[in-house]
């Protein structure tokens, strides 16, 4: 068989990584405006928010930049804007973390806005403590069971509870003892 070159693999035709340059800022032009993702939809569209005219409008990603630039919730975009459907845009441009700055600095963008990668997940979740539920949860069953008929009372009340298994306890040992899987096993 013949000897493998290394000259054929993905990596190889993706050249070496040489695009740590600074590239130029590009600002937006008649036709166009800065929009922040909202919702990626799949097959290359998103929902995101024009920040000119505050509307939501439906996103498509141009060809060029499929599978070559990645596009997260939450990133800045400059978009295109179509004459003739006012609802839909063209996702022409993604900025850099660092380029959202100096479009921060230039002002032509909002300074109050979120930036991407930020660990804005489940800012909206709340955590309850089960005691609490539960308690809650039989003040309002407390509440339900007043409307009912005092009939289904008795004959919860009736039903024999089944006599759960007592936990053995551990035997007593000193510190200085090892302690056995066996012991383990009886606890």
């Not at 804005?120 to 089960?130: A, E, M, Q, R, S």
Request: proline share 5%; net charge neutral; aromatic share 4%.
């Amino acid at each position: 068989m013949p000897k493998n070159k290394g000259r054929g693999g993905k990596n190889y035709r993706r050249g070496k990584n040489e695009n740590l340059t600074k590239r130029q800022l590009e600002t937006k032009d008649d036709g166009q405006d800065y929009a922040q993702v909202i919702k990626l939809l799949g097959s290359g569209r998103l929902i995101c928010l024009c920040l000119g005219d505050s509307k939501q409008r439906l996103g498509h990603i141009r060809g060029k930049m499929r599978r070559k630039v990645w596009i997260q919730n939450g990133d800045i975009v400059l978009v295109a804007l179509r004459e003739f459907q006012d609802e839909k845009c063209d996702v022409v441009y993604k900025y850099f973390p660092e380029e959202i700055k100096q479009l921060k600095n230039l002002k032509e963008i909002p300074e109050n806005l979120e930036e991407p990668g930020g660990d804005n997940v489940g800012d909206n979740v709340i955590f309850v403590n089960k005691e609490e539920s539960s308690s809650s949860d039989s003040d309002l069953s407390d509440s339900d069971d007043d409307d009912s008929d005092p009939e289904p009372k008795q004959q919860q009340k009736q039903q024999p509870q089944k006599p759960q298994p007592q936990k053995a306890q551990a035997p007593a040992k000193d510190n200085k003892e090892k302690i056995t899987k066996k012991d383990i096993d009886d606890i």
